[in-house]
């Protein structure tokens, strides 16, 4: 690995485009925190680029992302992020969860089937204020061909297309499809907002459609206002997208590590029992009380790296870092992998070890380096959103089944699919046993 040979800050050539990468947690802190004004920019990122058009909260620069940013902040928190009411919306989504899986009789499936659902439904009833039925095919057919579109990024060809992209812009390939499935997408949100407009109540909001909207009508006389519909579409596809890959992503990749690990199943089903019983809903102030739980959440977000190289940033001016001048405008690649398995913090980090998050007296314990999410002004905005998602289903899951691998788990193959921008789990089966008392 080049972090290896030439340290934690190197530069290297995509195509003709200079790229200086950042490695392990101190450089990474370093620069997004100790620094984070000279990198606060959005590097280039082509695949991105033609997807969103350098507009909504991920891709935009200036003025425009400090606004869209901090209104979407505050708008999330007022619709329950953190709070009570979003809590109760995913408690009532993993006990609808639960009761899909418990409808596939204990026949081998994929956790997918379950999880992709139960994830667009919370993230899309914040968003757009609908939920869908599990069974419904226009549900599953958006949720293949979404997940086809992620695949095709972190594949060769949506790497190709970052460093090539005035080449494989007019190339034909698999990458084609996956900028026709994102364009399909914002076609199908953009039907959601005219819809919106029709029936919109300034004086309640029923969601952030409706909570950008209103704004947008407050500030339409003022020259300096980034709201616009050409924003808001790239917006609300940063956030689905957020929801609707990484809390069912990270959950396919730590169900299987617990079908790999049934010594862990079997401690996090003791830890359920005791602390919560098995007829009281989870909720995400347990996780207080629930150490060892806790400890295999932080660990599956550590060892799944799901996001092993994050969206680039980039200076705003001439830095000065770690000896080196960067240029103004120069792309900053970090590889969030090297932090999350950093060898300073984390012994023999390719090991899944939830102890590693547990003191000698079995307390919780964190650890700087864990941030799976990133750090910095540009860190995921959902995170809170999706701790509660990945603890709430999680713990309910197990609180009601016991997960029954369809194979040995010596010879359960934990190689992702893909390893690009997003770490795609690999796919296989497991039966979604009752757990005694839990059969009603």
Same mark, same amino acid.
């Given at each position: 690995?080049?972090?290896?040979?030439?340290?934690?800050?190197?530069?290297?050539?995509?195509?003709?485009?200079?790229? @200086?990468? #950042?490695?392990?947690? $101190?450089?990474?802190?370093?620069?997004?925190?100790?620094?984070?004004?000279?990198?606060?920019?959005?590097?280039?990122?082509?695949?991105?680029?033609? !997807? =969103?058009?350098?507009?909504? @909260?991920?891709?935009?620069?200036?003025?425009?992302?400090?606004?869209?940013?901090?209104?979407?902040?505050?708008?999330? /928190?007022?619709?329950?992020?953190?709070?009570?009411?979003?809590? $109760?919306?995913?408690?009532?989504?993993?006990?609808?969860?639960?009761?899909?899986?418990?409808?596939? %009789?204990?026949? =081998?499936?994929?956790?997918?089937?379950?999880?992709?659902?139960?994830?667009?439904?919370?993230?899309?009833?914040?968003?757009?204020?609908?939920?869908?039925?599990?069974?419904?095919?226009?549900?599953?057919?958006?949720?293949?061909?979404?997940?086809?579109? =992620?695949?095709?990024?972190?594949? #060769?060809?949506?790497?190709? &297309?970052?460093?090539?992209?005035?080449?494989? &812009?007019?190339?034909?390939?698999?990458?084609?499809?996956?900028?026709?499935?994102?364009?399909?997408?914002?076609?199908?949100?953009?039907?959601?907002?005219?819809?919106?407009?029709?029936?919109?109540?300034?004086?309640?909001?029923?969601?952030?459609?409706?909570? &950008?909207?209103?704004?947008?009508?407050?500030? /339409?006389?003022? +020259?300096?206002?980034?709201?616009?519909?050409?924003?808001?579409? +790239?917006?609300?596809?940063?956030?689905?997208?957020?929801?609707?890959?990484?809390?069912?992503?990270?959950?396919?990749?730590?169900?299987?590590?617990?079908?790999?690990? +049934?010594? !862990?199943?079997?401690?996090?089903?003791?830890?359920?029992?005791?602390?919560?019983?098995?007829?009281?809903?989870?909720?995400?102030?347990?996780? %207080?009380?629930?150490?060892?739980?806790? *400890?295999?959440?932080?660990?599956?977000?550590?060892? *799944?790296?799901?996001?092993?190289?994050?969206?680039?940033?980039?200076?705003?001016?001439?830095?000065?870092?770690?000896?080196?001048?960067?240029?103004?405008?120069?792309?900053?690649?970090?590889?969030?992998?090297?932090?999350?398995?950093?060898?300073?913090?984390?012994?023999?980090?390719?090991?899944?070890?939830?102890?590693?998050?547990?003191?000698?007296?079995?307390?919780?314990?964190?650890?700087?380096?864990?941030?799976?999410?990133?750090?910095?002004?540009?860190?995921?905005?959902?995170?809170?959103?999706?701790?509660?998602?990945?603890?709430?289903?999680?713990?309910?899951?197990?609180?009601?089944?016991?997960?029954?691998?369809?194979?040995?788990?010596?010879?359960?193959?934990?190689?992702?699919?893909?390893?690009? #921008?997003?770490?795609?789990?690999?796919? &296989?089966?497991?039966?979604?046993?009752?757990?005694?008392?839990?059969?009603?």
């Amino acid at each position: 690995m080049l972090y290896d040979v030439y340290g934690p800050v190197f530069t290297i050539y995509m195509g003709p485009r200079r790229v @200086v990468v #950042i490695c392990g947690y $101190d450089a990474l802190k370093e620069a997004f925190i100790d620094q984070g004004d000279d990198f606060v920019s959005r590097g280039r990122v082509p695949v991105f680029e033609r !997807v =969103f058009r350098n507009s909504g @909260v991920s891709m935009s620069n200036n003025e425009r992302w400090k606004q869209l940013r901090r209104f979407t902040i505050m708008t999330l /928190k007022n619709l329950g992020m953190g709070k009570r009411l979003l809590e $109760d919306k995913i408690t009532e989504e993993a006990k609808c969860m639960v009761d899909f899986f418990r409808n596939t %009789n204990e026949q =081998f499936c994929e956790p997918s089937i379950g999880l992709y659902p139960a994830a667009v439904n919370v993230i899309y009833s914040i968003t757009c204020g609908e939920r869908f039925d599990y069974e419904d095919e226009k549900l599953h057919i958006l949720l293949k061909a979404l997940s086809d579109g =992620f695949i095709t990024v972190s594949s #060769i060809w949506g790497q190709l &297309y970052d460093i090539f992209p005035w080449i494989m &812009y007019y190339l034909p390939g698999p990458h084609n499809r996956m900028f026709k499935i994102f364009l399909d997408f914002e076609d199908l949100l953009l039907e959601q907002v005219k819809l919106h407009q029709k029936t919109l109540d300034s004086s309640s909001a029923r969601d952030f459609i409706d909570c &950008y909207l209103i704004r947008k009508e407050q500030e /339409k006389h003022k +020259p300096s206002s980034e709201f616009s519909i050409n924003d808001l579409v +790239p917006t609300l596809m940063d956030i689905i997208f957020g929801g609707l890959e990484t809390v069912p992503m990270i959950m396919t990749h730590g169900i299987l590590y617990l079908l790999k690990h +049934p010594d !862990v199943q079997k401690n996090v089903h003791e830890e359920i029992d005791r602390e919560i019983g098995q007829h009281c809903n989870p909720s995400y102030e347990d996780r %207080n009380k629930m150490p060892y739980t806790n *400890a295999v959440i932080h660990e599956i977000l550590r060892i *799944a790296d799901i996001f092993p190289m994050g969206i680039n940033h980039a200076v705003v001016s001439n830095t000065q870092f770690r000896g080196y001048t960067i240029p103004k405008g120069t792309d900053v690649m970090y590889l969030l992998s090297t932090v999350l398995k950093d060898r300073k913090y984390f012994k023999d980090p390719d090991s899944f070890n939830p102890e590693r998050f547990l003191d000698e007296n079995g307390a919780f314990k964190t650890n700087n380096a864990s941030v799976p999410f990133s750090l910095g002004k540009r860190n995921c905005l959902g995170e809170g959103l999706a701790r509660m998602e990945i603890f709430i289903f999680l713990t309910t899951i197990l609180q009601n089944f016991i997960l029954k691998s369809a194979v040995d788990p010596k010879d359960i193959d934990l190689t992702p699919q893909e390893i690009g #921008i997003e770490s795609v789990a690999p796919i &296989y089966k497991l039966s979604f046993v009752p757990r005694q008392g839990k059969q009603d």
